[in-house]
């Protein structure tokens, strides 16, 4: 097993925090009261260096309202005389209103439009204490990328107050995670230096005065930590407000679950496999002349899976040879690979099938839970271990397999898997049942995994299982669903991989937490290796293009 370090990423990253523009300085603070909310949420403040989903405010499209006071003095007033101040906003959420001592300054601000600069007349404010209102809602999936920015700035301070921090690497393996917090200003400050780990619990947390520049360069070493991921936020505030924050890995390949082995999981999934082999496929295959070009042929591969189900694929064939190397792409949840010429015809040695499980894409005909406003995939009879979706999606898989293998095209021992997200745990289970018949598997942040440690890393989903608990009027229990949820853990495969496997992970995801990857990650019994990216986006298309690189690489060996 190996490690990757981006080349591309120098030693020593260097995060900097700046207040405002030079001569700069910025009113609002990072952190803001919670005075109401449309659901009850633990916290009592906001802190917009960390994402919604962490701070239990995702789904909560009623919205809530925070509030925050700050100061402007009589010589701050004269000296800004005759001039607006600047309000930049950048936020994960729609703002209806933004309030400044009762005048109403912004309104309907929709979330990720982009960096908005507004100017705000001088005659809201008032010498002393000031109070702002920030009316939001519609909190979106944050996915990577979790900062918010709220700043008002004002020119009245001849200073610039910046903070960096500047970790060795983002990747500590065998070696104790430290980093330096910088702040360079004259001017009095308060610094907060704050750790956390995936769990939302505080592990490090250090705070001084900051009166002269040479105060303001703090070490941090975090001794003992257990491995996993952990983000480091620095807060300055006291004259100008700022915040920052950057995420580490420590050790990620040695992270391990609780979870005890589920008893007859085995069993379940046999039983299931049984079900699917007394199923006559029918498979069928119609080439498609929109989608062949080059040098490959385009098709639809249809067969018959468990439940009745039709599932279809987009298969692409390299023109006149057999036995080929076959890539299957399993879909992320909402994939409905509508964009497969884009990918299609990259490589004219290597046959491709984009498959759609049942409820995605050309797949959506017998089972289609989300016409209509129904559900999503995972809430689906998400209580019932015979009718949960992923019970069938996970031999839509094995059928695909099934497929490949019989059909002349294809060379049976070249037979590689991918996928990101929700496909990335179908890539995972496929691995593991089909009991050898996979060379190599690429996955991106699982979704299905380690559900024990996924609903702590993310209570926001335990809010969404009450809401497919709603959906059918509250007839099942939260532990119905859990139940189930164990049994479609791929964690409990993940043992059972003997494949080659490449994992591609992020510093951070909200919807799909890398400690998940790595746990199961850890399990596996065969060569593999992975790269952390410091982009914490999970959205980047090119991780997709990483991990088919590696695949045909290893089906061309």
Same mark, same amino acid.
């Given at each position: 097993?190996?490690?990757?370090?981006?080349?591309?990423?120098?030693?020593?990253?260097?995060?900097?925090?700046?207040?405002?523009?030079?001569?700069?300085?910025?009113?609002?603070?990072?952190?803001?009261?919670?005075?109401?909310?449309?659901?009850?949420?633990?916290?009592?403040?906001?802190?917009?260096?960390?994402?919604?989903?962490?701070?239990?405010?995702?789904?909560?499209?009623?919205?809530?309202?925070?509030?925050?006071?700050?100061?402007?003095?009589?010589?701050?007033?004269?000296?800004?005389?005759?001039?607006?101040?600047?309000?930049?906003?950048?936020?994960?959420?729609?703002?209806?209103?933004?309030?400044?001592?009762?005048?109403?300054?912004?309104?309907?601000?929709?979330?990720?439009?982009?960096?908005?600069?507004?100017?705000?007349?001088?005659?809201?404010?008032?010498?002393?204490?000031?109070?702002?209102?920030?009316?939001?809602?519609?909190?979106?999936?944050?996915?990577?990328?979790?900062?918010?920015?709220?700043?008002?700035?004002?020119?009245?301070?001849?200073?610039?107050?910046?903070?960096?921090?500047?970790?060795?690497?983002?990747?500590?393996?065998?070696?104790?995670?430290?980093?330096?917090?910088?702040?360079?200003?004259?001017?009095?400050?308060?610094?907060?230096?704050?750790?956390?780990?995936?769990?939302?619990?505080?592990?490090?947390?250090?705070?001084?005065?900051?009166?002269?520049?040479?105060?303001?360069?703090?070490?941090?070493?975090?001794?003992?930590?257990?491995?996993?991921?952990?983000?480091?936020?620095?807060?300055?505030?006291?004259?100008?407000?700022?915040?920052?924050?950057?995420?580490?890995?420590?050790?990620?390949?040695?992270?391990?679950?609780?979870?005890?082995?589920?008893?007859?999981?085995?069993?379940?999934?046999?039983?299931?496999?049984?079900?699917?082999?007394?199923?006559?496929?029918?498979?069928?295959?119609?080439?498609?002349?929109?989608?062949?070009?080059?040098?490959?042929?385009?098709?639809?591969?249809?067969?018959?899976?468990?439940?009745?189900?039709?599932?279809?694929?987009?298969?692409?064939? /390299?023109?006149? %040879?057999?036995?080929?190397?076959?890539? &299957?792409?399993?879909? =992320?949840?909402?994939?409905? $690979?509508?964009? #497969?010429?884009?990918?299609?015809?990259?490589?004219?040695?290597?046959?491709?099938?984009?498959?759609?499980?049942?409820?995605?894409?050309?797949?959506?005909?017998?089972?289609?839970?989300?016409?209509?406003?129904?559900?999503?995939?995972?809430?689906?009879?998400?209580?019932?271990?015979?009718?949960?979706?992923?019970?069938?999606?996970?031999?839509?898989?094995?059928?695909?397999?099934?497929?490949?293998?019989?059909?002349?095209?294809?060379?049976?021992?070249?037979?590689?898997?991918?996928?990101?997200?929700?496909?990335?745990?179908?890539?995972?289970?496929?691995?593991?049942?089909?009991?050898?018949?996979?060379?190599?598997?690429?996955?991106?942040?699982?979704?299905?995994?380690?559900?024990?440690?996924?609903?702590?890393?993310? /209570?926001?989903? %335990?809010?969404?299982?009450?809401?497919? &608990?709603?959906?059918? =009027?509250?007839?099942?229990? $939260?532990?119905? #669903?859990?139940?189930?949820?164990?049994?479609?853990?791929?964690?409990?495969?993940?043992?059972?991989?003997?494949?080659?496997?490449?994992?591609?992970?992020?510093?951070?995801?909200?919807?799909?937490?890398?400690?998940?990857?790595?746990?199961?990650?850890?399990?596996?019994?065969?060569?593999?290796?992975?790269?952390?990216?410091?982009?914490?986006?999970?959205?980047?298309?090119?991780?997709?293009?990483?991990?088919?690189?590696?695949?045909?690489?290893?089906?061309?060996?």
């Amino acid at each position: 097993m190996k490690h990757i370090f981006l080349k591309k990423t120098l030693n020593l990253l260097v995060i900097t925090l700046i207040s405002a523009a030079a001569t700069a300085q910025n009113f609002f603070p990072i952190r803001w009261k919670i005075i109401s909310s449309e659901k009850p949420i633990e916290a009592d403040s906001i802190d917009f260096n960390r994402s919604w989903q962490s701070q239990g405010l995702c789904n909560l499209s009623g919205g809530a309202v925070f509030a925050a006071n700050f100061n402007v003095n009589k010589k701050q007033l004269k000296t800004l005389a005759g001039k607006d101040l600047t309000l930049t906003l950048n936020m994960q959420c729609q703002i209806d209103s933004l309030v400044i001592n009762h005048s109403k300054v912004v309104e309907n601000i929709a979330g990720q439009a982009g960096r908005k600069l507004i100017n705000v007349p001088l005659s809201v404010f008032v010498a002393g204490e000031n109070h702002t209102l920030i009316y939001a809602r519609q909190f979106t999936r944050t996915a990577g990328e979790g900062s918010n920015i709220c700043q008002l700035e004002g020119n009245v301070s001849t200073s610039e107050t910046e903070i960096e921090i500047a970790p060795k690497n983002h990747l500590f393996v065998d070696a104790v995670p430290e980093f330096t917090v910088k702040c360079n200003s004259p001017v009095k400050q308060n610094l907060e230096i704050a750790v956390f780990n995936e769990f939302n619990q505080k592990v490090y947390f250090h705070q001084q005065k900051i009166k002269k520049p040479a105060e303001g360069v703090v070490p941090v070493k975090l001794d003992g930590l257990a491995p996993g991921f952990y983000q480091c936020c620095a807060y300055l505030t006291g004259g100008d407000e700022a915040g920052a924050t950057q995420w580490i890995a420590y050790n990620p390949e040695h992270i391990t679950c609780t979870s005890q082995p589920v008893e007859g999981y085995d069993d379940y999934w046999q039983k299931a496999i049984e079900e699917l082999d007394l199923i006559d496929p029918y498979y069928s295959m119609h080439k498609i002349d929109s989608l062949s070009s080059g040098e490959k042929d385009g098709f639809v591969v249809e067969f018959q899976s468990i439940g009745e189900v039709t599932i279809r694929a987009y298969l692409f064939l /390299p023109r006149n %040879r057999k036995e080929n190397p076959v890539i &299957l792409h399993l879909p =992320n949840v909402n994939e409905d $690979f509508s964009n #497969v010429m884009k990918y299609a015809h990259r490589y004219p040695d290597i046959a491709e099938m984009f498959l759609c499980v049942r409820g995605h894409g050309i797949s959506c005909g017998e089972f289609d839970p989300r016409k209509n406003g129904g559900l999503d995939i995972w809430g689906y009879e998400c209580f019932d271990m015979q009718k949960n979706a992923y019970r069938g999606i996970y031999m839509d898989c094995l059928r695909a397999v099934d497929f490949i293998t019989q059909d002349y095209h294809f060379d049976n021992k070249r037979i590689a898997v991918s996928g990101s997200g929700q496909g990335g745990s179908l890539a995972l289970a496929t691995a593991a049942l089909c009991k050898g018949r996979i060379a190599a598997i690429a996955y991106f942040n699982p979704f299905l995994c380690d559900i024990e440690h996924f609903l702590k890393t993310r /209570p926001i989903y %335990r809010i969404k299982i009450d809401s497919f &608990l709603e959906y059918y =009027n509250n007839t099942h229990t $939260f532990d119905e #669903v859990i139940k189930v949820q164990h049994f479609t853990d791929v964690l409990q495969m993940a043992g059972k991989i003997g494949c080659r496997t490449f994992f591609v992970s992020t510093l951070f995801d909200d919807d799909c937490p890398p400690h998940a990857g790595f746990a199961a990650f850890s399990l596996i019994n065969a060569p593999k290796e992975y790269v952390i990216h410091l982009n914490r986006s999970s959205l980047n298309a090119t991780y997709s293009e990483e991990m088919i690189k590696y695949l045909v690489n290893e089906l061309q060996k």
